[in-house]
């Protein structure tokens, strides 16, 4: 028990899933959460005592089926496992080897990747009321960078990205306006975070440069601070050196055109005011016709960012004329997207050291249907198609 209260005590914020043989413990206050939030018995350690202690457990192979309900219900949960071999002598020694978090979660297991159509999670920094964030989604490892000089534009930010997970440096805990809009407004998971590293040192070190111009990030402090903080974030979470994030860009607005959020709700985009729905009967509802969970994630990113180039949306019609015109080519497609999985969680959690043999079967039934997609492509007539693959 010493054991375990050194470890919460280290992270108070978190569920402590405490390594006990094949299963995993919680104590005190945890196993009141767990109790209500899992539905799980509640007992006691030490019976005897005037004091017992509250406890509550479940079996090693039934997280799959726990985890994702303390997540999605607000918490963090902490694995303090077993680092030593159980049959020496003395208590078996135990560390925290990774906190889960709600952005996190698909890093577990290929399950906690379907049904959904995004995993973003955001870092806030602010300063002279100029707001910089940056956001990273672990389902294509895509990061990026940008800010905004009024607060109203931030909200709708947000809005539109509906993260996972919003990290806060340790200041912003008395904006209280920010955190009403997070808190209140959006129901989003909020955590505050103090760095301890260098921030410039960190992202250099993590991108192997000598500046950060390639990024175009290089003068920008705040867009420094805001990636550096998210970085170190994940990284003291997850215990581990995040190396698949291999680059990070800088947005601008002049891309895509910036819808407000009354727009997004007056045209019913994404939610549904009438059905209070975010699917059911909303324009991502009726287009969302896509076979992978990349797909969906795309659509929905390219509906409330639509594109401001003519150029580059001639270009995307173009691409589209010629499915359509030729339906054959389309449904054999649609037919092998069916077996694609979403390759870049899985490879994530190769680089994680937690790839399961579902994994790996899944990432083969994937490359062998991405395969044949190119060689259908290949195969065709259309000049306009191949440079899909080019």
Not at 52 to 79: D, G, N, Q, R
Not at 274 to 279: A, I, L, V
Request: aromatic share 14%.
């Amino acid at each position: 028990m010493i054991q375990y209260y050194e470890m919460k005590e280290q992270y108070k914020d978190c569920i402590l899933f405490f390594r006990m043989w094949d299963f995993y413990e919680m104590f005190d206050e945890d196993a009141h959460i767990a109790h209500k939030i899992l539905w799980i018995a509640i007992t006691s350690r030490n019976k005897n005592s005037s004091k017992p202690t509250p406890l509550a457990w479940i079996p090693f192979h039934a997280k799959e089926k726990y985890l994702p309900l303390l997540i999605k219900s607000w918490y963090k949960v902490a694995f303090a496992e077993q680092v030593s071999d159980p049959k020496l002598k003395w208590i078996v020694k135990r560390e925290v080897i990774r906190v889960v978090t709600p952005s996190t979660l698909s890093l577990e297991w290929d399950i906690y990747d379907l049904d959904n159509w995004n995993n973003y999670i955001i870092s806030i920094v602010e300063e002279n009321w100029i707001y910089w964030i940056s956001q990273l989604d672990l389902w294509n490892n895509k990061w990026s960078t940008w800010e905004f000089n009024n607060f109203n534009n931030l909200k709708t930010e947000l809005y539109k990205l509906s993260p996972k997970e919003v990290v806060l440096e340790k200041k912003l805990f008395w904006n209280n306006e920010l955190k009403e809009v997070l808190e209140k407004k959006f129901s989003l998971n909020i955590y505050y975070f103090e760095q301890k590293e260098e921030i410039k040192l960190k992202l250099l070190n993590h991108f192997h440069v000598k500046n950060l111009e390639w990024y175009w990030i290089e003068n920008k402090l705040l867009a420094q601070k805001s990636s550096g903080m998210l970085l170190e974030y994940l990284e003291t979470n997850q215990k581990t050196k995040l190396n698949f994030l291999k680059s990070i860009s800088y947005i601008s607005y002049d891309s895509y055109m910036n819808l407000d959020e009354s727009t997004i709700n007056n045209l019913d985009l994404i939610y549904n005011f009438s059905t209070k729905s975010s699917t059911i009967w909303t324009l991502f509802w009726v287009l969302n016709q896509t076979k992978t969970s990349m797909g969906s994630s795309f659509l929905r990113e390219q509906i409330i960012k639509p594109l401001n180039n003519i150029d580059e949306i001639q270009k995307r019609l173009n691409f589209i004329e010629e499915f359509t015109k030729n339906k054959i080519l389309l449904d054999k497609i649609r037919y092998k997207l069916e077996y694609v999985s979403n390759i870049n969680t899985i490879l994530n959690r190769l680089a994680l050291n937690r790839a399961n043999p579902r994994d790996l079967l899944n990432l083969k039934k994937s490359l062998q249907s991405i395969i044949e997609i190119y060689e259908i492509i290949e195969n065709e007539w259309s000049d306009k198609l191949k440079q899909i693959i080019i």
